[in-house]
């Protein structure tokens, strides 16, 4: 297959082999492991929806999902309800040993006419829970909205000026907040107004906190990273990225954040007084641009994914040089995630191929 590495010799780091292997029947396009990292959810571009053993790879459940793709799922810590959205415009709910969704609602306030229905409703593309396991949050077009386990409504949020391109939770667990054209909103899940603005000309795509919250990180379309320290409401850009940053991703600690934007993983420290006026550390090894990042939960592991079908193992604590170990698919990487407890990644590939891999040989 053209663009993905063709020769095992040029691995970015010591060949480590499979643990198990899933095809699905198109590219997925989000994966999320359940509380204990003993299940792992895969969202195809087909709508359908896969629960996998993550230790063997073997399929438990198989949903229909969402008519024409399945954009993002997110597991309930609490209930073990499995929150997915998707292009029909819906937010579904599901459970364990259940044929269909146990409850689907319209993630978007019902359009008035049906020609309206049928022309503008918009995609649901994002869902995340709270800490708690409580409600979820989930983004369609302009609108935010929080739900309960059992799918019923919390709330609809006002509007924001343009689509919502990226939503997550505050580390507080009570507070979420949203981003676009424009800047990121805070909201809080028992208040309609919005908590907080962090405006800016420009367009965010994806924006994570530190674990103190003392810091907000955006994803630029401009190929370019912009920090808010909220606490001293002060603001800068780090530039001079090679493509726009889809992911950004704070280590446990919140001492290092790590960034995708071209053939390298960009590592920022975020110690003392951040990292204005510092030079990051830059991971190379793969031969085409790095599409996704994650860190492990606890210490400086951190696993890259890449367009040349390439997942790299890192132990920062080691060496920023060189990957400890790589594995290999003959098409693009797509998505990389860590196990929520143990050192082990999986990855989803272009192909369809989702992979199960050890971070060590």
């Keep these: 297959m053209s663009g993905v590495v063709t020769e095992r010799g040029r691995l970015g780091g010591p060949a480590i082999s499979p643990l198990w292997r899933v095809e699905t029947s198109d590219a997925p ?86 020609e309206a229905r049928r022309t503008m409703r918009p995609w649901a593309e994002r869902v995340r829970w709270s800490r708690d396991g409580a409600v979820c949050a989930t983004a369609a077009g302009p609108h935010a909205a929080l739900w309960r386990a059992d799918g019923s409504p919390v709330r609809r949020y006002p509007p924001a000026p343009s689509t919502l391109s990226d939503l997550t939770w505050l580390p507080d667990g009570q507070r979420f907040s949203t981003v676009g054209y424009g800047g990121a909103t805070v909201w809080h899940r028992d208040h309609d107004t919005p908590e907080q603005q962090l405006a800016w000309k420009g367009s965010f795509l ?27 409401n002060k603001d800068f850009e780090m530039s001079g990225y090679a493509r726009k940053v889809r992911r950004v991703t704070f280590c446990e600690d919140g001492r290092r954040m790590a960034t995708t934007g071209g053939l390298y993983t960009t590592v920022w420290s975020f110690a003392g007084a951040g990292p204005s006026g510092t030079t990051p550390l830059s991971l ?28 790299l193992i890192w132990d920062l604590t080691i060496s920023s040089k060189a990957a400890q170990g790589a594995g ?22 272009q192909s369809g191929l989702v992979v199960g891999w050890p971070a060590m040989r």
């Design 29 to 114: 396009l989000a994966l999320a492991f359940n509380g204990n990292g003993s299940l792992i959810a895969i969202a195809g571009g087909d709508g359908e929806i896969l629960v996998v053993d993550s230790s063997t790879g073997v399929v438990v459940e198989r949903w229909a999902g969402h008519a024409c793709g399945t954009l993002d799922l997110a597991w309930s810590s609490s209930t073990g309800t499995l929150a997915s959205v998707g292009q029909d415009g819906m937010v579904r709910f599901w459970k364990l040993g259940q044929d269909g969704a146990v409850t689907a609602a319209l993630a978007t306030p019902e359009p008035a006419t049906a």
């Design 206 to 232: 994806c924006h994570a906190w530190s674990p103190n919250s003392r810091w907000m990180v955006a994803g630029m379309q401009e190929s370019a990273v912009h920090v808010f320290e909220v606490r001293s």
């Design 284 to 311: 190379g090894g793969h031969l085409l641009p790095v599409s996704d990042v994650s860190f492990f939960r606890s210490g400086l592991w951190l696993a890259t994914a890449g367009e040349d079908g390439q997942v």
């Design 328 to 349: 290999f698919i003959p098409a693009p990487a797509t998505h990389v995630q860590w196990h929520p407890q143990d050192r082990r990644v999986v990855s989803a590939h």
